[in-house]
């Protein structure tokens, strides 16, 4: 069954460093997002991307953040200037479609991101 | 514009059954259910996308009632396998749609022997 893959499954960076987090979705889905998870709470909504534009963003997603999909196969998250509380696990998830259409998100595995 | 979910935690003995709510303060198109094991990303569990809507995966089946913008996980003589965290994830009903999925802070599921 196909998956969506993330590299690296842990990073550690200081803080002030620029990250980049990469993920593969699955090849025939069209919508890509980024979650975050910090240990032990919830899975916060961060982008999502579709026709090479973010479609949405929350709050947490500032300026310090960018996503691209470079080359029509990774979709990639960018932290220009990480800080201490960047610290979580990053989840990339693809789906066939969201809105009125209605499909499940496929998660890849995460990249832990610690920011010392 | 987060779905609240109940109760936070829930200990079971395997063979026992619970359930699990999720509400929105908004009108939803859709709402998801995914089971995160501890250190793992979150799996799917279903979709429900109409009032009254019932589905079902294994024993685990779900309902939504889209008037109430709530929906219920049931689970039916748990087994060890369905310990984890279980969240619910909602897409409101917004003008020109939504497009993001945004999940409750999560039930934390024990069944033990």
């Known amino acids: 069954e196909p998956e969506v893959t993330q590299t690296p499954s842990h990073q550690v960076t200081q803080m002030g460093q620029e990250v980049i987090l990469r993920c593969v979705p699955i090849s025939n889905h069209l919508y890509f997002y980024w979650y975050r998870q910090i240990l032990g709470q919830k899975v916060e909504f961060l982008v999502s991307f579709y026709n090479n534009e973010i479609s949405e963003k929350s709050e947490i997603f500032d300026d310090q953040f960018s996503v691209e999909r470079p080359d029509g196969s990774n979709f990639t998250l960018k932290i220009r200037s990480t800080k201490l509380e960047d610290s979580a696990m990053y989840f990339c998830?693809?789906?066939?479609?969201?809105?009125?259409?209605?499909?499940?998100?496929?998660f890849g595995n995460g990249t832990r991101l610690t920011v010392t | 514009q987060q779905p609240v979910q109940s109760p936070q935690a829930v200990i079971l003995r395997e063979g026992e059954d619970a359930v699990i709510n999720c509400s929105s303060s908004?009108?939803?198109?859709?709402v998801h259910w995914y089971r995160q094991k501890h250190g793992e990303a979150p799996v799917f569990l279903m979709i429900l996308l109409k009032g009254g809507e019932q589905k079902g995966h294994e024993k685990i089946s779900a309902s939504f009632n889209e008037k109430k913008q709530q929906s219920s996980l049931y689970l039916t003589a748990s087994q060890l396998s369905y310990s984890g965290t279980y969240f619910c994830?909602?897409?409101?009903?917004?003008?020109?749609?939504?497009?993001?999925?945004?999940f409750g802070k999560g039930t934390k599921l024990t069944v033990n022997p």
């Open positions: 908004k009108a939803l198109y859709s």
């Open positions: 998830a693809s789906s066939v479609s969201l809105g009125r259409y209605n499909s499940p998100l496929h």
């Open positions: 994830g909602t897409e409101a009903r917004l003008e020109g749609g939504s497009e993001k999925l945004v």
